[in-house]
């Protein structure tokens, strides 16, 4: 695919994994489970600019690298079905660890199983393959236009029983992981927030999302758009005009609705979504790529490419590194932080995540998780120190 090809995507993983770190952290520092009418001037400040600027836009991205991933996998001539398979079958299995011991806000499961149904578009043209990831990015508006004002929680009576066993009540779930510290305390609440984070796939039709995403990404993944970003340039200037254009004026209204709490209702919030998250998501790849065109060999780039080539492994680092810092089994500084100092905190964990992955990188072929996962896909040892 060429090495410039490589080193986009590594830079853009990179980009991805520092704005996921933004989105994440305020669940980590117990900061969302804050009441608003205690906000401070500079949360709701913060707040405003973090759901602007972040909220789903680098988790489109996040999904979108995922789709161009599982596109060379599966468009590599020795590469057999079966293997992608058993690449999907081990991401599940580590993300479901993710979710049952460290945090309950994993993604890689829902990554897994969507993964899984690409093959069945494998064999459609480009132009159809977007087609049906544009569908299935507008299909949550019409579900919230069906079900979103009287869809009910069939499991919320068993995370509420799960809770009632521990001792976890409203008065205290706020606060339990700061509060507690022992590391049996933490597993009782994440095992009802596995339940919880079910169902909250299925609510937030968060399935239909992340395949759509994954089916843009394949398209783009499979016309090589990277291995040449000077041949495409003029529609990566496209997207980003288009995407900024749309996106902006949209994600002002999503800001004010996602704050305001949808005063307008799910639909329309829905349509406040698809109009600001996915545009402004999209013109960040395509603007972080006409930058990268100017000044491809820019020592930025470089310091981004390391995080980015071991994506899944800071991206559950971050989740450690979120529960020691915040979680009362660490440091316990969970609900003691405002959104800004959050998002403080959120950069330094960046930037060590950087240096560590440079260090690492120096002696060693792949991160940690993606040596493991690459072993029980194709199920042999493989050597993990630079030669």
Known sequence: MGKKRHVILDALRGFAILGICLANFPEFSLWTFSDPAGWTATDKITRAIQTFLVDGKFYTLFSLLFGMGFSIQLENAGQKTRTFYRRMVFLFLIGLCHLLFLWSGDILMLYAVMGMLLPLFKRLPTRKILIWGGFFLALPVICAAVFGTRLSDPLEAEQWRICALYGITEANFGMWLADIHNYKGMLQFLHQGAVERMWE????????????????????????????????????????????TL????????????????????????????????????????????????????????LLTKPGRMACTNYLGQSFLGVLLFYGIGFGLGGKVGLLATEAIALGVYAFQISFSALWLKYFRFGPVEWVWRMLTYGQRLPLRNQ
Do not use: N, Q
């Open 247 to 302: 996106g902006v004026p949209v994600s002002i209204a999503y800001t004010w609705s996602s704050m305001a709490g949808e005063p307008l209702g799910p639909v329309a919030h829905s349509v406040f979504y698809l109009l600001s998250v996915y545009p402004m998501g999209f013109a960040y790849a395509a603007g972080f790529c006409l930058l990268f065109s100017r000044s491809p060999e820019g020592r930025g780039w470089l």
């Open 201 to 244: 796939f299925v609510t937030s039709y968060r399935f239909f999302k992340v395949l759509g995403l994954f089916l843009i990404g394949y398209a783009a993944g499979r016309e090589k758009i990277f291995a040449d970003l000077g041949a495409w340039k003029g529609l990566l200037r496209k997207i980003f005009i288009y995407g900024l």
